[in-house]
């Protein structure tokens, strides 16, 4: 249940009102009932300068482009791309994750000209996610040196969209790795970034991680959807390695 009901025409007036708490939760909201009327207004908040903390970022900003993914409508687009260049990078990082949801291949050049700029600090795992969700096979080459980047969850960003685009067995190292390691917030992170591989030979490290029961039950589902999706394994095979590790599990 939402904490409070709104008509699209309350959300809207608040979000274009002048109380900072109201129009972030009206953002949100929007985003959560994934009405497309809702992008025109959404927009105007991804512009917003009202809404700014003492250390520079923006908040409605940030809310505005996650509903605007959750929306899920091209309309977005242009917005989304122009908030690839806000001072902010959790604004840039959500305008990615929302580029990766709109599903159109003309968010692959700005992602991949972020990519690109490594002499500015960038939200790489989501740059590397979202160039993995829209099968930008042309960043390759790009996205290969964050194999060797200081963060974990870089590394497995890098190696499960890689892994996607190539099949090599290597990659799989670093998710299995990742898989078991002592911090559990990495292991939850692994764990769906191997179920976004498609890598259907790891079921059985899914099924037996050391994360919580219903994160393995919803990891091993997504991975089942993904190599459908990708079509690279026969799906008399995805199911003959995904369906008795799910079974096992309930």
Same mark, same amino acid.
């Given at each position: 249940?939402?904490?409070?009901?709104?008509?699209?025409?309350? *959300?809207?007036?608040?979000?274009?009102?002048?109380?900072?708490?109201? #129009?972030?939760?009206?953002?949100?909201?929007?985003?959560?009932?994934?009405?497309? #009327?809702?992008?025109?207004?959404?927009?105007?908040?991804?512009?917003?300068?009202?809404? /700014?903390?003492?250390?520079?970022?923006?908040?409605? /900003?940030?809310? *505005?482009?996650? *509903?605007?993914?959750?929306?899920?409508?091209? #309309?977005?687009?242009?917005?989304?791309?122009?908030?690839?260049?806000?001072?902010?990078?959790? !604004?840039?990082?959500?305008?990615?994750?929302?580029?990766?949801?709109?599903?159109?291949?003309?968010?692959?050049?700005?992602?991949?000209?972020?990519?690109?700029?490594?002499?500015?600090?960038?939200?790489?795992?989501?740059?590397?996610?979202?160039?993995?969700?829209?099968?930008? +096979?042309?960043?390759?080459? $790009?996205? +290969?040196?964050?194999?060797?980047?200081? =963060?974990? +969850?870089? +590394?497995?960003? *890098?190696?499960?969209?890689?892994?996607?685009?190539?099949?090599?067995? $290597?990659?799989?190292?670093?998710?299995?790795?990742?898989?078991?390691?002592? %911090?559990? =917030?990495? /292991?939850?992170?692994?764990?769906?970034?191997?179920?976004? =591989?498609?890598?259907?030979?790891?079921?059985?490290?899914?099924?037996?991680?050391?994360?919580?029961?219903?994160? #393995?039950? %919803?990891?091993?589902?997504?991975?089942?959807?993904? $190599?459908?999706?990708?079509?690279?394994?026969?799906?008399?095979? !995805?199911?003959?390695?995904?369906?008795?590790?799910?079974?096992?599990?309930?």
């Amino acid at each position: 249940m939402l904490p409070q009901q709104l008509t699209w025409e309350q *959300a809207v007036a608040q979000l274009q009102g002048t109380d900072l708490q109201d #129009r972030y939760y009206a953002a949100w909201y929007l985003g959560t009932v994934r009405d497309p #009327r809702g992008v025109e207004p959404l927009l105007l908040a991804l512009q917003d300068e009202l809404d /700014r903390t003492a250390l520079g970022g923006y908040p409605l /900003r940030r809310n *505005a482009a996650k *509903a605007l993914g959750q929306i899920g409508d091209v #309309r977005a687009l242009p917005g989304l791309v122009e908030a690839l260049t806000c001072t902010d990078l959790h !604004v840039r990082e959500e305008a990615a994750y929302a580029l990766a949801q709109l599903q159109d291949g003309r968010a692959v050049d700005p992602l991949l000209a972020l990519l690109q700029a490594p002499e500015v600090e960038q939200p790489w795992e989501a740059v590397i996610e979202a160039l993995g969700q829209l099968n930008a +096979r042309q960043a390759e080459e $790009a996205i +290969r040196p964050f194999l060797q980047h200081a =963060s974990e +969850r870089v +590394r497995s960003a *890098a190696a499960w969209v890689l892994y996607r685009f190539t099949q090599a067995e $290597a990659l799989t190292q670093i998710l299995a790795e990742l898989l078991a390691h002592p %911090n559990p =917030s990495l /292991r939850q992170a692994a764990l769906f970034d191997l179920a976004e =591989s498609g890598w259907v030979a790891g079921a059985a490290l899914l099924a037996t991680a050391d994360v919580a029961l219903n994160l #393995r039950i %919803n990891a091993l589902k997504r991975l089942f959807d993904v $190599a459908l999706q990708l079509g690279q394994v026969p799906p008399s095979q !995805v199911a003959e390695l995904i369906i008795p590790q799910l079974d096992r599990l309930f």
